[in-house]
T-cell receptor, first 115, second 111 residues
Framework: DAEITQSPRHKITETGRQVTLACHQTWNHNNMFWYRQDLGHGLRLIHYSYGVHDTNKGEVSDGYSVSRSNTEDLPLTLESAASSQTSVYFC??????????????FGSGTRLTVV | KNQVEQSPQSLIILEGKNCTLQCNYTVSPFSNLRWYKQDTGRGPVSLTIMTFSENTKSNGRYTATLDADTKQSSLHITASQLSDSASYICVVTDYNNDMRFGAGTRLTVKP
């Protein structure tokens, strides 16, 4: 069965370190997204990609980067981790550009703690 | 100010009871509204989607309503089960495919 997987599930890192969160999907979806989820806030878009070599900034992109070298993977990198980036991170993918109608398939999340 | 507001923030009900969750939005121009269920430690999963012309849509014990004039939606859960314990997230999409997420309602169903 097709799936979207995130790794690791939990990560603790120190302030200032570079961290990469992995996202891998086997749906063959062109569109992939990274969100962060914090208590009291809705999911907020960090970066997204509509295809290989395409990347775009979301509303909370500062301090994060992504790259898309193939259809299956969209790794999220925190260049220099800060305590404000402690959060739960969700990766998602969707079938078409009309993401609203077709919806997203979400991964199970990565809980990142920056100490 | 968030363009999608959900209420209540949290809710506790007894198993077998019904409940209604609310979503008010200011997103414009409106394209569609989706309700997601998010179990603890998991990603959100879509329950229903409603477009401008739809007033009511059901998915088993879940019934969503939409009033596009007042920009309000509700999710009604009938005969609740322990497995309904989760967060329920309202997501509104505009014509530019920008999605706005509500902060969610945390539902706890107790035996």
């Amino acid at each position: 069965d097709a799936e979207i997987t995130q790794s690791p599930r939990h990560k603790i890192t120190e302030t200032g370190r570079q961290v990469t969160l992995a996202c891998h999907q086997t749906w063959n979806h062109n569109n992939m997204f990274w969100y962060r989820q914090d208590l009291g806030h809705g999911l907020r878009l960090i970066h997204y990609s509509y295809g290989v070599h395409d990347t775009n900034k979301g509303e909370v992109s500062d301090g994060y980067s992504v790259s898309r070298s193939n259809t299956e993977d969209l790794p999220l990198t925190l260049e220099s981790a800060a305590s404000s980036q402690t959060s739960v991170y969700f990766c998602a993918s969707s079938e078409s550009l009309g993401t609203g109608l077709y919806g997203y398939t979400f991964g199970s999340g990565t809980r990142l703690t920056v100490v | 100010k968030n363009q999608v507001e959900q209420s209540p923030q949290s809710l506790i009900i007894l198993e077998g009871k019904n409940c209604t969750l609310q979503c008010n939005y200011t997103v414009s121009p409106f394209s569609n509204l989706r309700w997601y269920k998010q179990d603890t430690g998991r990603g959100p999963v879509s329950l229903t989607i409603m477009t401008f012309s739809e007033n009511t849509k059901s998915n088993g014990r879940y019934t969503a309503t939409l009033d596009a004039d007042t920009k309000q939606s509700s999710l009604h859960i009938t005969a609740s089960q322990l497995s309904d314990s989760a967060s329920y997230i309202c997501v509104v999409t505009d014509y530019n495919n920008d999605m706005r997420f509500g902060a969610g309602t945390r539902l706890t169903v107790k035996p």
